[in-house]
């Protein structure tokens, strides 16, 4: 019995391979350098949140913006192929929290050496991973959702 | 017997100016019955696409309502439909994922479909050749012309063997050989295998090639309101 899989959407989508996705995962990283070799003076954690918060959304997204003309025929030829809206935005919210988790892996391995496996600060750094990959997955969801974008089956 | 495609009185408005509507089919109804062949025949900017479009769930009419085996699609997605009834559809525009050959295309359509993979390499196979693709198959769509992306469309569209197959002028840009073997394959598709065919043309000839034929009108113009002066 031949059942529809979902799992080929999303992982044909699923790592970063855009340039665009090189320069936010390059951004991110410096910013995350900075971050760690700033840290001399006592750790402000809400401050160093709130600029993660709103660092990595706005980074994500303008990565996911950059190559939407290219994404928006693959998912053209996705839906197409019978894939389902969750799946093609799924796969790019996984693209996003891959970008955001590479360009934050000097916090990663900063509070790895220094703190527990389950501190709050790894913690925040996931959120802010899950905010960067739904930031990523946001123009997407909004081209696919207009007219404008089935439009684009006519010839 | 209940269809599997059933549209009734479908009319979509699109405005184009200030108080003007360009309404597309005043009420097309018709049914397709499971193992049917249907042609939509109408000239270009009748609708035929619009038409297509809302059929797979795409867009919703403005007025009208249609069920795809049993489902109401005006409030379906596309996806739970695709999943549903195994639709495989073949759109007017090329659609293939560009960073990926046309043998990775397909590949990927057909998992998308769950076809297991043992069966997939024999299919895809035998679809590429039976569109003269073999040479292409380590192809970016980029470098091909329009009439090789719309053989590629139509080996993916075929390779799935759907249970129901939506057409969108499926010969445009085709040269006249691989549209003399397109219709043929089409009528063999619907007879041997009992595939339920509906397929839009604005050509009378490829129309024919159908058990039945529906043709839309030209769309008409209606202002919303008086316009005020």
Redesign the interface.
């Known amino acids: 019995m031949?059942?529809?899989?979902?799992a080929?959407?999303i992982l044909?989508g699923a790592l970063p391979?855009e340039l665009s996705d090189l320069l936010a995962m390059a951004i991110l990283a410096l910013a995350s350098l900075e971050s760690v070799f700033a840290q001399l003076q006592p750790f402000n954690q809400s401050a160093w949140f709130a600029t993660l918060l709103i660092l990595v959304p706005m980074t994500c997204a303008l990565a996911a913006l950059s190559n939407s003309s290219?994404t928006q025929?693959?998912e053209?030829?996705?839906?197409?192929?019978?894939?389902?809206?969750?799946?093609i935005q799924l796969r790019y919210v996984v693209r996003g929290f891959v970008v955001a988790v590479i360009g934050l892996l000097p916090l990663w391995f900063r509070f790895i050496a220094t703190e527990n496996v389950l501190s709050f600060n790894l913690v925040l750094l996931l959120v802010s991973a899950t905010v960067g990959g739904l930031s990523y997955a946001a123009p997407a969801l909004k081209r696919t959702r207009s007219?404008a974008f089935?439009e684009?089956?006519?010839? | 017997m209940k269809p599997l495609l059933e549209c009734r009185n479908i009319t979509v408005a699109y405005p184009i100016a200030d108080g003007v509507l360009r309404l597309y089919g005043e009420g097309v109804s018709f049914n397709l019955e499971e193992g049917g062949f249907l042609s939509v025949v109408g000239g270009s900017g009748w609708g035929k696409?619009?038409l297509?479009?809302i059929v797979l769930g795409?867009?919703k009419p403005t007025r009208g309502m249609v069920q795809l085996d049993g489902e109401n699609m005006t409030e379906q997605?596309?996806?739970?439909r695709?999943?549903r009834v195994?639709?495989?559809?073949?759109?007017?525009?090329p659609?293939?994922?560009?960073?990926?050959t046309v043998l990775q295309?397909l590949h990927?359509?057909l998992?998308?479909?769950?076809?297991?993979k043992r069966e997939r390499d024999e299919r895809i196979k035998e679809s590429m050749t039976f569109f003269g693709l073999e040479r292409l198959s380590h192809s970016y769509p980029d470098s091909l012309s329009a009439g090789q992306k719309r053989r590629i469309?139509l080996a993916?569209a075929l390779a799935a063997k759907p249970r129901f197959l939506v057409l969108?002028?499926p010969t445009?840009d085709l040269d006249s050989s691989v549209t003399n073997l397109v219709m043929p394959l089409l009528r063999g598709l619907n007879k041997d295998h009992a595939m339920t065919i509906l397929m839009t043309t604005a050509l009378a000839r490829h129309a024919s090639a159908a058990r039945h034929q529906i043709h839309l009108r030209p769309p008409i113009f209606q202002t919303e309101q008086p316009i005020a002066r």
Do not use: C, H, I
């Open positions: 031949e059942r529809p899989s979902w080929p959407v044909s391979r290219r025929r693959e053209l030829a996705l839906f197409a192929y019978g894939g389902a809206g969750w799946q007219l089935v684009q089956y006519k010839g | 696409s619009t297509v479009n795409l867009e997605s596309f996806v739970k695709s999943a195994k639709t495989a559809a073949v759109f007017q525009r659609t293939a994922l560009p960073q990926l295309n990927l359509a998992s998308m479909m769950g076809v297991p469309d993916r969108d002028e445009g």
